[in-house]
C-alpha cells in the first residue's frame, strides 16, 4: 500500500524551513505532494505559478515529491489525491492553536485525514515566510535562509 502525505501551505514564499518539512515528511510517506493554496495569502507577493516553481527547483533530487495547486478546501483535494496525511510544521507555541484548530476542522470535514506535526531543524524554527519577506523588502540579507532559486526571485522583486 502507498501512503501519501500532503503537505499545504502558502509558501510565499518557500523557505528553508519548507524545504527541511519536505524532506522529512518522506520519512513517512511514500509520497509527498506539496500543495500550494491559490487563495490563502489575501495579497500574495508571488503568483502560484512562481511558487510551485520556487519549490521544484528548491527540491529537484526526490522523485516521490510532487507539487500542486489547489483551490478550495484542503480537506476535500487531500481526499481527491488520495492523501491519508496533512503534514504541518510546528515551529512554537505561538503556532498551537491555529495549527489545532485546522486539524480538528479538516478531521471533522474528512474523518478518515490525519493531521501529522512535523518539528524543523532546530537553526530554522525562527523562519516564517512573512520573515523573511519583510527582511528582503527592506534589503536585509535572506540568503541561507531560502533555497537559491526563492534568494534570486526576491531580488527580482524588490531591487530589479
Ligand atoms: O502556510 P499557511 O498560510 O499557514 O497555510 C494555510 C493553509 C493553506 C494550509 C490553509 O489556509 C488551508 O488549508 N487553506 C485552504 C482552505 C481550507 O481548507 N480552509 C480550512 C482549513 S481547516
Same mark, same amino acid.
Given at each position: 500500500?502507498?501512503?501519501?502525505?500532503? =503537505?499545504?501551505?502558502?509558501?510565499?514564499?518557500?523557505?528553508?524551513?519548507? *524545504? #527541511?518539512?519536505?524532506?522529512?515528511?518522506?520519512?513517512?510517506?511514500?509520497?509527498?505532494?506539496?500543495?500550494?493554496?491559490?487563495?490563502?495569502?489575501?495579497?500574495?507577493?508571488?503568483?502560484? @505559478? *512562481?511558487?510551485?516553481?520556487?519549490?521544484?527547483?528548491?527540491?529537484? #533530487?526526490?522523485?516521490?515529491?510532487?507539487? @500542486?495547486?489547489?483551490?478550495?478546501?484542503?480537506? @476535500?483535494?487531500?481526499?481527491?489525491?488520495?492523501?491519508?496525511?496533512?503534514?504541518?510544521?510546528?515551529?512554537?507555541?505561538?503556532?498551537? *492553536? =491555529?495549527?489545532?484548530?485546522?486539524?480538528?476542522?479538516?478531521?471533522?470535514?474528512?474523518?478518515?485525514? *490525519?493531521?501529522?506535526?512535523?518539528?524543523?531543524?532546530? #537553526?530554522?524554527?525562527?523562519?516564517?515566510?512573512?520573515?523573511?519577506?519583510?527582511?528582503?523588502? =527592506?534589503?536585509?540579507?535572506?540568503?541561507?535562509?531560502?533555497?537559491?532559486?526563492?534568494?534570486?526571485?526576491?531580488?527580482?522583486?524588490?531591487?530589479?
Amino acid at each position: 500500500m502507498t501512503r501519501t502525505a500532503i =503537505y499545504p501551505g502558502s509558501f510565499d514564499p518557500p523557505t528553508r524551513g519548507h *524545504e #527541511d518539512l519536505i524532506r522529512r515528511s518522506l520519512r513517512l510517506a511514500d509520497r509527498v505532494i506539496v500543495a500550494v493554496a491559490v487563495n490563502s495569502a489575501k495579497q500574495p507577493l508571488f503568483a502560484v @505559478e *512562481e511558487r510551485l516553481a520556487m519549490l521544484r527547483a528548491a527540491v529537484p #533530487d526526490e522523485p516521490n515529491v510532487s507539487f @500542486e495547486s489547489f483551490d478550495g478546501l484542503l480537506a @476535500e483535494f487531500a481526499v481527491r489525491v488520495g492523501a491519508t496525511l496533512i503534514v504541518r510544521g510546528l515551529r512554537a507555541v505561538s503556532d498551537f *492553536e =491555529y495549527e489545532f484548530q485546522m486539524a480538528l476542522m479538516n478531521r471533522r470535514l474528512h474523518p478518515s485525514l *490525519e493531521t501529522v506535526f512535523l518539528v524543523p531543524a532546530v #537553526d530554522l524554527t525562527y523562519l516564517s515566510s512573512s520573515l523573511v519577506r519583510e527582511v528582503a523588502r =527592506y534589503g536585509g540579507d535572506v540568503s541561507g535562509l531560502v533555497p537559491a532559486s526563492v534568494a534570486d526571485a526576491l531580488t527580482a522583486r524588490f531591487r530589479p
